[in-house]
DNA sequence: ACTATCGTGGAAAGCGCATTCCCAAATCTG
DNA sequence: CAGATTTGGGAATGCGCTTTCCACGATAGT
């Protein structure tokens, strides 16, 4: 159907051999002659290699698998566009997987990486994994097999990655919180086998301790703007003498959460910041369009996919590095003191 | 290096072919004896088919090529998701390809996934396309090779698709700001070649001649975030006193370049609506936590990429359909008179 | 009872390409 | 100028798998 390397062999009057020679990059080149006649036949016919006849004949192929939680949530889709900045122009491809929180999805979704033969995964949305013994035994058989594993949150032993340093950026933020006169507040948490959701949580209540103040309560709810939503709904149904009492600040572990919280807080009338702070995590892009702006911990998005992109391009050096957001405090967590 | 059908064949003390049989859906099923030594000796390897060698020995890959503008744009990552759901458990696998906008990398995206040889590619964020003969015939041999493309937007003659029709939307939205009682118009448009920003524009100023009414101003800018701040800004600082005599609606061909020109007004301390009312196009969720609410022309964004992957998987019939926005009214263009 | 049919497993032929190996011609050396 | 060496094209092999095509034994039909 589709042309083969063999019809233009045959039409510029070469081998196949030759034919491949100068149309992929090889270490023998033909002479420029022959040269020209092959690629002005490949030209002619619109010939395209067979990408799959090539990783096989190779053997790798130029794909690497990219696995998030939701591509439409803007932490991922900010990271995804990193990434494709970061494999830049080397040819690599993408192969994009969701697993919508769900960890047989995301074990699926290995797995048929794995079977793609991708050079290397990404793994961007996972949860605790320590855990999850099948993931971890699939990808030790995937590295013993050659492919490449960067992990963006908590890499793992065995794998190099990017990792984000969630409870000490929790403690830089509480710190801050609390020197811009913040005392009571409230952890609106996430799953609670996220580890990246536990580990903000944590650090943000040790740096609270360790400043001899304790959190007013702590909150779960599903890692989702629609369970922030929900959490804090319930909160503020059942606190509203807590409220009233003072300025309470909310630590939302991600900011998709704290867009829910500030949906649920402002239904219920309530200002923000003046009859409650809210904070978040990540500094994604959407922020830029809240009013009031809301503060969080700026982790650099983009840059940690283009991180992970450049790592597997750099295949080998399967280096670590570790990231610490910033706290970047804005108008949603200004201090307003209550008259008593 | 990793473990071969062979070997799974061999463990199993079976031949090559009753192996494939077993192991892949085959129509021929081996006896259940000896199905289940084959599928023991898998598990026990922990054997996986290389894909590639599969693509290469039947004819198709189960492979689908998207291919986008900007993966971090709510708008584009909606719509992917929508296709990742559309998709579902079918085992087809998403190459994912962003081309910032520029033509060529559509280009090269799309003889990529030629040479992935994917069954079908969805191709959402193109541009005018009846000016780019190159891409035209490359879709065409891609067709011809038995290669299904799905266009979001703008369907071709020779694609199925869903067609998103721009200016009928936009004229129903006009006619629904008129009625609320608008009468001076700004259309921020994007591109000139970008047929959708086009289409929006023109369909919005079909509407308004329509009427009787005419714009008070058509300016250009990106099609994005950044251009339409631009935009919006030279259109304020120029524009003073319009804007002082009567409450203008900015009509912004996209939400995205809404929430830009937004913040331009407001860093011109500028009160939406009050001063000046924004509408977009679109509906993307992130609207969700802006205030005040973004009026805009609703686009059931997942759906459209749901439909788009469904019809991936039906092979065969390529269907095209046809999507008219929904006007949604909210805070951003509540109606002032001006006192004279 | 003997042939026609079916069901099953195995051998072998590709799928499209990269690459090793081989050989002829060209270039170099002294 | 003869022999040693390099250069460059072509034939052939194999990557891992699917899928005819065969051969063989079992079953059915008359």
Chains 1, 2 share one sequence.
Not at 276 to 291: K, R
Request: charged content about 20%.
């Amino acid at each position: 159907m589709a042309i083969r390397l063999t019809d233009v062999a045959n039409e510029a009057g070469v081998s196949l051999a030759t034919a491949s020679r100068v149309l992929n990059g090889s270490a023998r080149k033909p002479a420029p002659e022959i040269s020209d006649k092959v690629r002005a036949a490949a030209e002619k016919l619109g010939y395209f290699p067979n990408a799959q006849a090539q990783a096989l004949a190779r053997a790798s192929t130029k794909l690497v698998g990219l696995v998030v939680r939701d591509i439409a949530d803007p932490y991922f889709s900010t990271i995804a566009r990193g990434v494709q900045r970061g494999l830049g122009d080397s040819g690599t491809q993408v192969l994009l997987a969701s697993t919508d929180s769900d960890p047989t999805r995301e074990i699926e979704a290995v797995r048929a990486f794995m079977s793609q033969r991708t050079d290397a995964i990404i793994l961007s949305g996972s949860r605790g994994m320590s855990e999850d013994e099948q993931l971890l035994r699939l990808i030790e058989s995937y590295q013993e097999n050659g492919g490449q594993v960067v992990v963006i949150g908590q890499p793992l032993a065995t794998t190099g990655g990017i990792q984000i340093d969630n409870a000490k950026t929790s403690e830089n933020l509480a710190g801050e919180l609390i020197r811009a006169g913040h005392r009571s507040f409230v952890v609106l948490s996430g799953d609670r086998n996220l580890l990246t959701s536990a580990d903000r949580a944590n650090g943000f209540l040790t740096k609270l301790k360790r400043t001899g103040l304790s959190a007013v309560d702590v909150i779960h709810g599903a890692f989702s703007r629609e369970g922030a939503y929900m959490a804090m709904s319930d909160f503020l149904a059942s606190h509203a003498a807590e409220i009233s009492n003072q300025q309470l600040c909310v630590f939302c572990v991600s900011d998709v959460m704290a867009l829910g919280a500030l949906r649920a807080i402002r239904e219920r009338g309530l200002r923000v910041p003046e009859d409650i702070a809210v904070v978040g995590f990540d500094d994604i892009p959407t922020l830029e369009d809240v009013i009031p702006s809301i503060s969080t911990a700026h982790l650099p998005l983009e840059e940690i996919g283009r991180w992970a992109g450049e790592m597997v391009l750099s295949h080998g050096d399967a280096r670590k590095m570790v990231v610490t957001g910033t706290p970047v405090l804005r108008e949603s967590t200004e201090f307003f003191t209550r008259l008593p």
